[in-house]
T-cell receptor, first 111, second 112 residues
Framework: GQQVMQIPQYQHVQEGEDFTTYCNSS?????IQWYKQRPGGHPVFLIQ?????EVKKQKRLTFQFGEAKKNSSLHITATQTTDVGTYFC???????????FGTGTQLKVEL | NAGVTQTPKFQVLKTGQSMTLQCAQDMNHNSMYWYRQDPGMGLRLIYYSASEGTTDKGEVPNGYNVSRLNKREFSLRLESAAPSQTSVYFC???????????FGPGTRLTVL
């Protein structure tokens, strides 16, 4: 089945630095979703991208879907300690009924 | 709205014991899911129910059974627990065709 790989696996930044995580697939994707999981918490939906080249922003977070719909990125500007957690990209399969999770990027923000 | 609730929050079992994890949602969602998350890993789908009355296997169904009791409730049963089933179990629900999934707080299961 379809799979997505995320890089990097871990990222430590100083508060105020920017952060980017990348999600890559070998096949064309119909859509991609991003979730955030705080330490000890559960995944929380952030956004869904469906159009080629789509860019969406949520405050300091910028999400992009590649032109070929094979990759996506999440960029956080000026990280804060509240950004700590693991960010997962996910793809919908099974006719939109199943989510396949990427490997995740764990972000740590140091003061 | 409580969203998605799971019971219990924590559980310790001995190898060979059985137990049922309960999940309920009050958002009138059609689809429900069970995932497991091992340390430092992403979530892997165990079983899902696209709509009331149907269940299907996910990526890692061996050792588990599920019951979609009604539209609100979806339970996961371990008939004979094994140490390899030590994990955090998340239940999720989704409006049919929308894709966005809403997760419960998780059950942390340890099998000794």
């Amino acid at each position: 089945g379809q799979q997505v790989m995320q890089i990097p696996q871990y990222q430590h930044v100083q508060e105020g630095e920017d952060f980017t995580t990348y999600c890559n697939s070998s096949t064309t994707l119909s859509n991609i979703q991003w979730y955030k999981q705080r330490p000890g918490g559960h995944p929380v939906f952030l956004i869904q991208l469906v159009k080629s080249g789509e860019v969406k922003k949520q405050k300091r977070l910028t999400f992009q879907f590649g032109e070929a719909k094979k990759n996506s990125s999440l960029h956080i500007t000026a990280t804060q300690t509240t950004d700590v957690g693991t960010y997962f990209c996910c793809i919908l399969t099974g006719g939109g009924n199943k989510l396949t999770f990427g490997t995740g990027t764990q972000l740590k923000v140091e003061l | 709205n409580a969203g998605v609730t799971q019971t219990p929050k924590f559980q310790v079992l001995k190898t060979g014991q059985s137990m049922t994890l309960q999940c309920a949602q009050d958002m009138n969602h059609n689809s429900m899911y069970w995932y497991r998350q091992d340390p430092g890993m992403g979530l892997r789908l165990i079983y899902y129910s696209a709509s009331e009355g149907t269940t299907d296997k996910g990526e890692v169904p061996n050792g588990y059974n599920v019951s979609r009791l009604n539209k609100r409730e979806f339970s996961l049963r371990l008939e004979s627990a094994a140490p390899s089933q030590t994990s955090v179990y998340f239940c999720a629900s989704s409006p049919l065709g929308m894709g966005t999934q809403y997760f419960g707080p998780g059950t942390r299961l340890t099998v000794l």
